[in-house]
């Protein structure tokens, strides 16, 4: 079979031979001192590590149906390990616990519960993260420095993490090793400076491998040349001579299976690792260049398998890890084939390579574990949580001091409660939005617009706000918003309503409940929502519903504008009802001064209300094509613009008149001597009415289609003043021919 053929079969296996070899042994030689190096962290034996590195590249592998995760046993468990060891008494009872939790992965997967880490807040997850950077930290000291003590006492982790401290610190310094101190420093110098050197071109030398080769020869160097430096025995790796494959397996015990801590550690990984699986997961395919989408179930079903089969064989738990899945990624994987390849490398290694591995000076691996612990709990991340504010750092921060002080399931529990907390008491300020809705006296009505759910949670900030309102307010409260209202806030709103409000003479009324309440026989419900537009036919009808709804701004009886603007959604599909025209010195909502949703109003603006032939050609358009039935010419009072033009035409009468006062004075409606200071606002306010009538005419006059349908009666044709004081609009009649009028009187 030739290389085209083998590209061929590839393609249809969904394989790349090319790609995906190459980027199996670059992740094998960054895989191997980390299982290494992490079971080293979790207090297991070494060869625990590579056992779950061989069962999280061959059999989750071939489980899992993501292209590039690449699985093994990783960093965010090794502190459950670490407390679990201890604790359960023995590594065969824990080796129980993660065959459990193995199953429990399982289940969690047939359930569909893949979801799970989109529950979980983010400032808890990192605290988690932060947490297991310090315990990564604590641990792996001893062994960079050389400490050489009794291994129970070197990795206790007591739930006090600090009982004992200045013990063990006088003890530290008074027994570390130099050559230890030495490969520690110089292991993290590399790792550290690595891509500000030629050695980042070393691509299938990763810098976690490259100084496990570095730790291994210097030490040998350190054996011929500087032999107090050298390091042996309990500051090697230790793996048992292989001498036939079965020898590599711990059987776990199973008489510990009623025993209640095994249950807990067994959910405790189950839970934690599922976690860690989904998020590192969705940072993969992320990180994919295919942005191929890996089913989030299926990974734990396969994570589950791995773990039941770690837990029986004698490794240690077992996660999609990012770091070796970002290193897939970048060497170019194209399938599982290299993930295959790396666990079968590992195999290998354990099988054939095991005196080799011995070599290895703890101090190397425990640099690396010291990286990542520090890159997991670095002050950037705490400045970082900081800087979103306390909401955000404080969960944070608890998950961090609790895990450190009880362990790690505990911990992330303690953090979560306090973020519910703050969510809690972010519902508690949030069940509505407060708005005076009366321009005029703004203590006098009040609009409580009920959030989009209201539940129990909300009752004392709603009892709260009721209750301290003064005698003499009217209360509206708004549900049209609100999807679901729990009986409880009825019950309260029911009671408010025949007990308080009553006593203390305050209006209340409910508006926009659903038919779905169960109390709604109880409550008197104000339904003053808009009126239908299928009744707003006629122009007469449209100015009723103009001028009552005007009405409703005035006594604070608005309906929803968030209700209004979502059931006219899709107003582009529905006829304006009218075509406004006001001053451009008036800049006051117009929807909510008369009450009207998104779309029911074409504004115009032009200084002063005078029209001219091209506004008047757009009225035209906006009553022809967009079919608006009603013309309104709008003014306010007080005018800026007309007074400023009046009081510079006072001040220079021989002056050129501002264009504002053009019409007027060619109809002589005043003479300079007419008007004072005295006046000044008075004889605006006239003159703002007779540019309305002005431009009322003008429209008859010079537009003959507009003249036709109005006399017709098809589009009508009102002014309206505007009052800024009171917020009242006075609208005029509509225009009306002498013939209809007739014709009327003659009804």
Sequence with gaps: MDKKQIGVLGQKLGINPSKDIPSGIVVFLVALPLCLGIALA???????????????GIVVGLMSRSHTS??????????????????????????????????IQIILGLLKAGRIADYIPTNIIKGLLAAIGLILVFSQLPYALGVELDKSRLLNYSQDVFTGLQERILLVFTS???????????????????????????????????????GVLLNQLFKFFIPTLFLDGVHLVSIPEISHFGSLFTIPDFAAIKDRKVWTYAFTIAIIGSIATLLNLEATDNLDPHKRRSPPNQELVAQGIGNTL?????????????????????AGAESKLSTLIHGSLLMVSVLFLSNIINLIPLASLAAILLLVGYKLTSFHIIRQMFQKGWVQFLPFAVTVIAILMTDVLLGVMIGSAVSVFFLLRSNFYNPYYIEATNPANKNKTVRLELSNEVSFLNKPAIKSTLWNLPKGTKVIIDASFSSYIEPDILEIFEDYKHTFAKENNIEFSIIGLGENYSLRK???????????????????????????????????DLVSRRFQNKKLKDFIKDAPLAVVVNCIDMREPLNMLMNTGIGDLIPLKVAANILDKHLIETIEISCRKQHAKLILIMGNTPNKLVVAALKNFVESPNASASTLLTPS?????????????????????????????????????????????????????CSALFNRQTGRIEFSSLYMHESLSNNNSLN
């Design 665 to 717: 004075l060619e109809a002589k409606l005043f003479h300079p001597k007419d008007i004072s200071p005295a006046n000044l606002k008075e004889w605006s306010d006239r003159l703002t009415r007779w540019n309305l009538d002005y431009s009322k005419a003008l429209i008859l006059a010079s537009n003959p289609y507009l003249n036709s349908e109005i006399k017709k009666g098809n589009i009508g044709l």
């Design 522 to 556: 109880k409550i008197k419900i104000d339904r003053k929502n808009s009126q239908d537009r299928n009744d707003l036919k006629t122009p007469q009808k449209i100015l009723n519903f103009l001028e009552e709804g005007n009405k409703r701004y005035i006594d604070g």
């Design 310 to 330: 770690s837990g029986l064989l004698g490794g240690i738990p077992i996660t999609s890890v990012i770091v070796r899945s970002s290193v897939n990624i970048e």
């Design 42 to 56: 979790s207090g297991a034996p070494l060869i625990s590590g590579l056992i779950s590195g061989m069962i999280g």
């Design 70 to 103: 690449v699985s093994g046993p990783a960093a965010s468990l090794s502190a459950v390990v670490l407390v679990a060891i201890q604790l359960l008494g023995s590594f065969q009872v824990f080796l129980l616990a993660l065959l459990i939790g193995g199953l």
């Design 176 to 214: 570390m090793e130099p050559g230890a101190i030495l490969l520690s420093l110089v292991s993290l110098g590399i790792m550290v400076f690595w891509d500000r050197t030629p050695l980042k071109h070393l691509k299938l030398f990763p810098p976690s491998l490259f100084v496990v080769i570095l």
